[in-house]
């Protein structure tokens, strides 16, 4: 039904299109039967999100999120798609849901493809959101091989269609393209198409990060804060001044607001990290990248110990203790370079408690 051509009726779903985006697509094109009840349930579903958070505010824990009305509809929508087009849950949820893939929060999702946004318009004559630009690891489209495009300012869910839109119309190139070696590129799109498989086909969104994979990936991105500094790939790859969050943000909060603000340059930074430590890029590959990208190379010239004891640096020993028993499933990883990176993850907590100890018994002599 879903794929059937647009009627007046019902609008056909574009490829990977998200549930608000086809929603909102239809009522302003008034392709719905009862497109006025279909607007005003479609209204109440995003405008909470717009009163719920006042502009400027930040989200502070990774309990405190909105409803995700992106890929799943609320009540009062999914009653009136099922009296008038006798739609289920289940069957909107196998053309509509996040098939266990790991999202970041639906506010912050802004990063999207300039090519797959010009295609839509052409074809749809609206704007397109796709669900695969909702991914925590999209960097690169997946279809064109470009890095996904941001515009300079976050808006309201309510407003992210035409912001995008006008955003597109009045920039249309943003520079970064050009910089981007094939083989950075190529690396890339390897190792977030591995991270998406293994999220989805392997734990199916039981881990809260996706998978122990993901987790490596967030704290290489884990977000600034006035007491604690960002992750390497945030601040290696920021191509802007990084404002430090002034709110004591534990460590599982900065990870997650790392992974929501950062854009595409820092996601590629990462993921070619994380693919050389589990193997996905080899050591040779990763040298060649390090040539085109000379932040990478700064990055993987220090030891995989060293690294691992640099992502950990500004966390404290319950939180590193927590972050341990996430990753217990890489205990008897026999990879060479990923062993070395959790020995350093491992270690510096107890190197750092055998400091406070010394200093303490130090203090105890004076």
Not at 232 to 242: C, E, N, V
Not at 294 to 305: A, E, N, Q
Request: proline share 4%; net charge positive; aromatic share 10%.
């Amino acid at each position: 039904m879903f794929d059937e051509p647009s009627t007046k009726s019902m609008p056909k779903v574009a490829y990977d299109e998200t549930l608000l985006s086809w929603m909102t697509r239809g009522v302003r094109q008034g392709k719905f039967l009862n497109n006025h009840l279909l607007a005003r349930a479609l209204e109440d579903l995003v405008l909470p999100v717009q009163y719920w958070r006042p502009r400027g505010f930040e989200i502070q824990s990774p309990e405190a999120t909105l409803p995700d009305m992106e890929f799943e509809p609320g009540e009062n929508l999914l009653k009136l798609l099922s009296n008038t087009y006798e739609l289920s849950k289940t069957a909107i949820n196998q053309r509509f849901g996040s098939n266990g893939h790991w999202n970041t929060s639906i506010e912050y999702r802004t990063l999207y493809c300039r090519v797959c946004f010009d295609e839509a318009l052409t074809t749809t004559g609206g704007v397109v959101w796709k669900r695969s630009w909702c991914r925590a690891t999209a960097a690169y489209c997946c279809l064109h091989g470009v890095p996904l495009s941001q515009p300079l300012t976050r808006p309201e869910v309510i407003q992210r269609l035409d912001h995008v839109l006008l955003h597109h119309v009045r920039v249309k190139y943003d520079g970064y393209e050009e910089h981007v070696s094939r083989l950075c590129r190529n690396l890339t799109l390897r190792v977030q198409c591995w991270l998406q498989d293994v999220e989805c086909n392997r734990w199916g969104g039981v881990h809260i990060f996706g998978s122990p994979y993901n987790l490596i990936y967030a704290i290489l991105l884990s977000r600034r804060t006035v007491h604690a500094r960002g992750g390497l790939a945030t601040t290696s790859f920021g191509q802007k001044k990084i404002s430090c969050h002034r709110s004591r943000l534990s460590f599982f909060q900065r990870l997650t607001q790392g992974i929501c603000e950062s854009d595409a340059v820092q996601r590629s930074g990462a993921l070619l990290i994380v693919g050389w430590l589990f193997g996905r890029i080899s050591t040779s590959e990763i040298e060649k990248a390090a040539i085109m990208e000379p932040r990478l190379g700064r990055l993987i010239t220090m030891s995989p110990k060293t690294l691992g004891r640099e992502a950990v640096v500004a966390v404290n020993n319950q939180e590193h203790y927590s972050m341990l028993e996430l990753l217990s499933y890489f205990h008897n990883c026999d990879h060479p370079v990923f062993s070395d990176f959790f020995q350093g993850l491992c270690s510096y907590s107890f190197a750092r408690k055998s400091r406070s100890y010394a200093h303490r018994d130090g203090n105890a002599a004076v």
